[in-house]
């Protein structure tokens, strides 16, 4: 169970707050790194990984 400090509301379901940039998240957009959360953006650049693939537009689907 994290810390409840460590926790905030972000669309309507409460979450972990990034550690390293203070973005809320909910669990499912949150990446845990040891004992941390982040945010994709902060595990990127402190992983150093990128992504196997690239985002692909579809016509007639919106995504936002």
């Known amino acids: 169970m994290p810390d409840i400090s460590r926790l905030g509301i972000h ?6 707050i990034c550690d390293f940039c203070g973005a809320r ?4 957009q949150s990446l845990p790194i040891d004992d ?4 994709f953006d902060c ?7 990128t992504p196997s693939s690239d985002g692909k537009a579809v016509p007639g689907l919106p995504m936002e």
């Open 11 to 16: 669309q309507g379901e409460i979450g972990p």
């Open 25 to 28: 998240l909910t669990f499912g």
């Open 36 to 39: 941390k959360f982040s945010c």
């Open 43 to 49: 595990y990127k650049s402190k992983t150093g990984i």
